[in-house]
């Protein structure tokens, strides 16, 4: 692939929609990973006794534990969110901003 196909693809709408949205959906992700996270962090900083308190009366099991295994279970989905858009949605603009450059290219006699 030459200098002008890559300039081609990077000037092409299709392409520049999917940097868009590729973009803002990494951002909304990672904002909710963060607010969780930080969520938590500031709840073991701040309400130690909340944690450290039983999910049930008699039980063993403090309310710790899910709530650290949840974001860990967050974060497994969030990247499957990810996936399941870039492959449905993100990957089909890619294709079609390369198919729009080829052809371009193949008319001017480029390719």
Not at 3 to 30: C, G, H, Y
Not at 88 to 108: F, G, P, R, W, Y
């Amino acid at each position: 692939m030459d200098e002008r196909q890559v300039d081609a693809i990077l000037q092409n709408p299709k392409f520049k929609e999917m940097v868009a949205k590729k973009s803002k959906l990494s951002w909304t992700l990672t904002a909710i990973m963060l607010f969780v996270y930080v969520g938590f962090m500031l709840l073991v900083g701040y309400n130690k006794e909340f944690l450290l308190s039983k999910v049930s009366e008699g039980g063993v099991t403090t309310w710790g534990i899910p709530l650290g295994l949840s974001i860990i279970v967050l974060s497994f989905l969030l990247c499957g969110v990810y996936s399941y858009i870039a492959n449905n949605s993100l990957d089909q603009l890619t294709e079609e901003a390369m198919k729009e450059v080829e052809e371009i290219a193949h008319e001017k006699g480029l390719h």
